[in-house]
């Protein structure tokens, strides 16, 4: 068992224990984000009986929990409602640069950014997901048409997520100069840009290895259900 693994290897947690200890809602050693900011779960690399059981309670009986890029799979008895092969690219020499149409979004942008999703569908994104970080986006006739902006935050690295373009304004390049541009603000602190993607989603991981992004590993991201309760323990009456 290796007493220390690569951020990379368990990046919710190094978020939630590291950049975004803010964030952190804890039971136990079980961190996870406020559900309004992310779904995503904080386990450590080998959670116990005990773990699991901090999960179920912090959850509730019946509730779905997102766990993102842990390869530990849930207890016997957790439905799994959701699993997606993925895989986790990181910079390889990336041309991280500036762009000059990018405007930094806000929190008065979210209902714009959220419309923008649910229609492109890039992945997680909720109305505080905006606070994990910086949001770039390019706006055409005042309409937001593309988004990328930051969201994991393990030691040393950072997350670059959410990456869109309204389907009107796809094959312009819009989404690798946002992916660029906010490459350029993670590495002018000092961290280290990576991003997933499904495995799936082959014209994606084309265009981040044209970036400079290589494959670090492949992923799974999980969605679980906490079981209820046991029925069997209801009394008749």
Same mark, same amino acid.
């Not at 978020?15 to 779904?39: D, I, Q």
């Not at 179920?56 to 779905?64: D, E, F, R, S, V």
């Given at each position: 068992?290796?007493?220390?693994?690569?951020?990379?290897?368990?990046?919710?947690y190094s978020s939630l224990t590291g950049p975004h200890a803010h964030f952190a809602e804890r039971r136990g050693?079980?961190?996870?984000? @406020?559900? #309004?900011?992310?779904?995503? +779960? $904080?386990?450590? =690399?080998? &959670?116990?009986?005990? /773990?699991?059981?901090?999960? !179920?309670?912090?959850?509730?009986?019946?509730?779905?929990?997102?766990?993102?890029?842990?390869?530990?799979?849930?207890?016997?008895?957790?439905?799994?409602?959701?699993?997606?092969?993925?895989?986790?690219?990181?910079?390889?020499?990336?041309?991280?640069? @500036?762009? #000059?149409?990018?405007?930094? +979004? $806000?929190?008065? =942008?979210? &209902?714009?950014?959220? /419309?923008?999703?649910?229609? !492109?569908?890039?992945?997680?994104?909720?109305?505080?997901?905006?606070?994990?970080?910086?949001?770039?986006?390019?706006?055409?006739?005042?309409?937001?048409?593309?988004?990328?902006?930051?969201?994991?935050?393990?030691?040393?690295?950072?997350?670059?997520?959410?990456?869109?373009?309204?389907?009107?304004?796809?094959?312009?390049?819009?989404?690798?100069?946002?992916?660029?541009?906010?490459?350029?603000?993670?590495?002018?602190?000092?961290?280290?840009?990576?991003?997933?993607?499904?495995?799936?989603?082959?014209?994606?991981?084309?265009?981040?290895?044209?970036?400079?992004?290589?494959?670090?590993?492949?992923?799974?991201?999980?969605?679980?259900?906490?079981?209820?309760?046991?029925?069997?323990?209801?009394?008749?009456?």
């Amino acid at each position: 068992m290796n007493a220390v693994s690569h951020p990379l290897d368990n990046p919710a947690y190094s978020s939630l224990t590291g950049p975004h200890a803010h964030f952190a809602e804890r039971r136990g050693r079980l961190l996870r984000y @406020p559900p #309004e900011v992310s779904p995503w +779960l $904080g386990l450590p =690399d080998e &959670p116990d009986d005990e /773990d699991w059981a901090d999960v !179920a309670a912090l959850t509730g009986p019946g509730n779905t929990v997102g766990l993102a890029a842990l390869e530990v799979p849930p207890p016997e008895g957790w439905e799994i409602t959701f699993s997606i092969g993925g895989v986790q690219m990181i910079d390889d020499g990336v041309a991280a640069a @500036p762009d #000059e149409e990018a405007v930094r +979004l $806000g929190t008065e =942008d979210v &209902p714009e950014m959220l /419309d923008l999703v649910a229609r !492109a569908q890039p992945g997680p994104f909720l109305p505080r997901t905006i606070e994990m970080g910086t949001y770039l986006g390019i706006r055409r006739g005042g309409a937001l048409v593309a988004m990328a902006g930051e969201r994991l935050r393990p030691v040393g690295h950072t997350e670059i997520s959410a990456v869109c373009t309204d389907a009107a304004h796809r094959g312009q390049g819009l989404a690798g100069r946002l992916v660029l541009a906010v490459a350029h603000g993670i590495r002018e602190r000092g961290d280290i840009p990576f991003l997933h993607t499904a495995a799936r989603n082959t014209n994606a991981i084309r265009l981040y290895e044209s970036l400079g992004f290589r494959l670090r590993r492949k992923v799974t991201f999980l969605e679980a259900r906490v079981p209820l309760p046991d029925a069997g323990r209801v009394s008749a009456g």
